[in-house]
C-alpha cells in the first residue's frame, strides 16, 4: 500500500468475546487509540463475523477507512494472526492493501415493501417451508433460467466464494477475477444446473414464483427479508472496502490455498 498509517490515528474494536478483549488490553496497553470517527484506518479484533459486521458498520455510516483484523475467532478468514503486538506499527506499515466492492442488492417483498442492502460476501434466496423454492433467474435485462426449482440461489463475490458459496459447491473465484458466482443450493430441477460465473458488470435479478404458495426470505450477509418476491443485484463499485493484509497472509493467497486444501 502507498504512504504510511499514522498509529496516533488508529481506531480499535474488538468483539465481545473473552479473547478479543484480552487482546484489545493489550494492544491499549502499547497505542493511544482514536474514535473511529476519527481515525484514518481500524484494527479489528474477533473473526470473519465480527469484521463483516465492523464493514457494514463503515457503510451504513459512509465512512469508509482501510481495516486490519487480527484474528481472536475460529477460521478468520478475512484476518490476520494475532501475533507480535509491539510490532503493529511495522505489520500496518508493511500491509498490502486489497479493494472489495460488496453487492448493493434491493429486495422487494409480497406486500410491495422495498429495501436495500449491501452484502460483502454474497446474496442468498432460501425456502422458508419445507415445499422447494422456485425462482426465476434474470441477467442484464434477459430471462436466463426461466425456473429453477430448489433450496434457494445464492450470489457470491470473490471475497465470500470461500464461504456459503464454497458449502454449496460454487467455484472460488481469485479475488482480482472481476467475476460473480451464481450457485444453486440444492437444486431439483434443471437437475444438470450447476450454475454459472458471471461478469462483475452483470445486474442479476431473482424472482420468485409462486411467492404465497412457496415462500422465500433472502440475505445479504447478515441481513435477512422475508417473503420476498423479487430481488435485484449488481455491484457497488462507489462503496469499495480496503482490507489490509500481512504480505504472505493475503486474501488473495488464501484464496488460491483454498483450493488445494485437502
Not at 244 to 256: K, S, Y
Request: aromatic share 6%; glycine share 6%; net charge positive.
Amino acid at each position: 500500500m502507498s504512504g504510511q498509517i499514522d498509529v496516533k490515528r488508529l481506531a480499535l474494536l474488538a468483539s465481545r468475546t473473552e479473547r478479543a478483549m484480552e487482546a484489545a488490553a493489550e494492544l491499549r496497553g502499547l497505542y493511544d487509540f482514536v474514535s473511529f470517527d476519527r481515525a484514518e484506518a481500524v484494527v479489528v479484533l474477533g473473526g470473519d463475523g465480527f469484521m463483516l459486521h465492523t464493514l457494514h458498520r463503515m457503510l451504513d455510516r459512509n465512512r469508509v477507512i482501510p481495516a486490519y483484523g487480527m484474528n481472536c475467532g475460529t477460521v478468520g478468514f478475512l484476518m490476520n494472526r494475532y501475533r507480535s503486538p509491539a510490532k503493529l506499527a511495522e505489520r500496518l506499515n508493511k500491509a498490502r492493501a486489497f479493494g472489495i466492492a460488496p453487492l448493493r442488492m434491493e429486495a422487494i417483498q409480497q406486500d410491495g415493501s422495498r429495501h436495500v442492502a449491501c452484502a460483502i460476501n454474497e446474496v442468498s434466496l432460501l425456502r422458508e417451508t419445507r415445499q422447494t423454492a422456485k425462482i426465476e433467474i434474470e441477467l442484464d435485462g434477459k430471462t436466463r433460467l426461466k425456473e429453477l426449482v430448489c433450496d434457494g440461489v445464492l450470489l457470491a463475490t470473490p471475497a465470500g466464494s470461500t464461504a456459503y458459496n464454497l458449502s454449496a459447491n460454487g467455484p472460488i473465484l481469485p479475488l482480482d477475477s472481476q467475476l460473480l458466482a451464481l450457485t444453486p443450493i440444492s437444486p431439483f430441477r434443471p437437475r444438470r444446473w450447476s450454475g454459472a460465473v458471471l461478469p462483475e458488470r452483470s445486474k442479476v435479478t431473482f424472482r420468485v414464483n409462486e411467492p404465497a404458495k412457496r415462500p422465500v426470505s433472502v440475505v445479504a450477509d447478515q441481513k435477512e427479508f422475508r417473503d420476498v418476491a423479487e430481488v435485484k443485484l449488481e455491484i457497488a463499485r462507489e462503496s469499495a472496502l480496503t482490507l489490509l493484509f500481512d504480505p504472505g497472509h493475503a486474501l488473495d493467497e488464501r484464496i488460491v490455498a483454498e483450493q488445494f486444501a485437502v
